[in-house]
């Protein structure tokens, strides 16, 4: 067969899915390229992970065309995103276990994993509860997407949540790798073990989220920021904004984390229908030279 694969998101970074799809069929000896618009295909797969990715037009030189991805089932409704369950497709099971073929992103050097899957918290912002379930549960082990790469991108929604992180953790310092937790570890339920490993490991980048407001986790970053080998540069905090939250309480959660060393990063919820002084902000905050010269919010230009 002659397979085309689409990154509809770009290819700011590697597609997971895409990966297991291209090990899968070379392994059964079909021709695997990206979709380029010439030449004919058995089958293009397209794949989209973010909602906002403008959609690339039909490929009309394709037998067959398969969509899946997280961005495929997102819809908007009176200004909410809504998670469309029933326009979800996993991978088959015999292209899920396959290891990723890393070949067709040769501008990146390290791996990505998914080792759990799921989170417990519900968030009415986010998919995940809908897309993998409310428990965050083991999937894959780490030697599933790593083969020796320097740098591993861990893309798990919540291992912290996990009930076999003790393992997973295990997993990941025993690789020597360096360790990006890119989608953010739960403060609310690190415990002392948690910081262990995590000082255990060679970390090269940690991720958080505040994105509740009204619930003040000033003492559970503290307590991270104590204990963690790193006195500065401790990590990125994911805080939402335009979802349920003043000003002021933008600012306290930014002013906050600056304060105990983390890097705050402004998430806006529905940024084109957002108004112009939480974008504003966002600009102020993630434009890191402006940030560090201007430190109140209100002397900023």
Excluded at 199 to 225: C, G, Q, S, V
Aim: net charge neutral.
């Amino acid at each position: 067969m002659n397979i085309g694969l689409i990154d509809v998101d770009g290819h700011n970074f590697p597609n997971l899915a895409l990966m297991k799809i291209s090990a899968y069929h070379k392994a059964q000896g079909d021709n695997v390229e990206w979709w380029w618009g010439f030449g004919h295909y058995d089958r293009v797969y397209m794949s989209k992970v973010f909602s906002f990715s403008p959609d690339v037009p039909d490929p009309i030189n394709a037998t067959e065309v398969i969509r899946g991805g997280t961005g495929y089932c997102i819809s908007l409704e009176d200004g909410v995103e809504v998670f469309d369950k029933s326009q979800n497709q996993n991978l088959p099971m015999e292209i899920e276990k396959c290891f990723p073929d890393y070949s067709i992103y040769p501008q990146y050097d390290f791996a990505v994993a998914m080792t759990s899957r799921g989170c417990p918290r519900g968030c009415s912002f986010c998919h995940v509860g809908a897309k993998e379930g409310r428990c965050a549960v083991k999937v894959a082990d780490v030697s599933d997407f790593w083969n020796g790469q320097k740098r591993i991108e861990v893309l798990d929604p919540n291992i912290t949540a996990c009930r076999e992180k003790r393992d997973l953790f295990r997993q990941y310092r025993e690789t020597g790798a360096q360790i990006v937790f890119n989608q953010g570890l739960d403060i609310r339920l690190i415990n002392d073990e948690d910081i262990a490993d995590i000082n255990a490991m060679r970390i090269k980048d940690l991720h958080f989220a505040w994105d509740n407001p009204k619930e003040d986790l000033t003492d559970k970053f503290k307590y991270f920021a104590s204990n963690f080998r790193r006195k500065t540069n401790i990590g990125m905090v994911y805080v939402l904004t335009n979802f349920n939250s003043t000003m002021e309480e933008n600012l306290y959660r930014i002013y906050t984390l600056r304060d105990l060393g983390y890097d705050p990063y402004v998430m806006v919820y529905d940024k084109p229908n957002a108004p112009q002084d939480v974008r504003r902000l966002q600009r102020w905050c993630n434009s890191k030279f402006i940030f560090k010269k201007v430190r109140d919010f209100k002397d900023y230009k």
